[in-house]
């Protein structure tokens, strides 16, 4: 059973790409783990009415792509995702039955949100993203469930990675490949 660290925040945070650093890391460092951008496994439309964030979908390919990656024995499992609700971390959990699940909310200004999805979005879906930014992140910042909370304000996905790696204290003294 993996321990589950959820990377969560608003809209233009840089969730997967502190998630894509911190396996990186994980890979130098010979921890094995499997990282799953969540949002990659929800892109089908039309959704259904009832799940407009795709969060049936993602749940359900999750379940496969754990199984899938079971093969290789990974004891951390590390996923980028807008969480809202402890309730929502708590499916996560149970679909790939975490032992522990770890929930780190990645936090910025408005206005550093505002800057990364602007560069990140460039096409029609600019102004949807902008303002869903900004509603998650007032919501978020209301919110008391994650575990850690991280201000990403002037720092670099790779600065972050290396800050919750020791955070997280994710090295071992020793540490090898499946340990």
């Keep these: 059973m993996p321990h589950l660290i959820l990377i969560s925040g608003p809209v233009g945070v ?11 890391l994980l890979v130098t460092n010979s921890i094995a783990h499997t990282f799953v ?12 009415k009832h799940d407009p964030f795709g969060q049936d ?6 379940r496969a792509v754990w199984a899938n990656a079971q093969d290789y024995a990974p004891r951390i499992l590390l996923i980028a995702r807008v969480i809202e609700t402890e309730a929502g971390a708590l499916k996560i959990a149970e679909t790939v039955k975490a032992s522990k699940c770890t929930i780190v909310q990645l936090s910025a200004r408005d206005e550093t949100l505002l800057e990364r999805v602007h560069k ?13 930014a900004l509603e998650l992140s007032r919501s978020l910042s209301e919110t008391d469930f994650a575990d850690h909370v991280f201000r990403t304000d ?11 790696l020791q955070m997280l204290e994710l090295i071992r003294p020793n540490a090898t490949s499946g340990a």
């Design 37 to 48: 951008d969540l949002d990659a496994l929800t892109h089908t439309y039309p959704r259904p």
């Design 14 to 24: 840089g969730k997967t790409s502190v998630a894509q650093e911190l396996s990186g």
């Design 120 to 132: 990140r979005e460039i096409g029609s879906g600019r102004a949807w993203h902008e303002a869903r």
């Design 57 to 62: 979908l993602a749940l359900k390919n999750l």
């Design 154 to 164: 002037g720092l670099s996905p790779s600065e972050i990675a290396n800050e919750l």
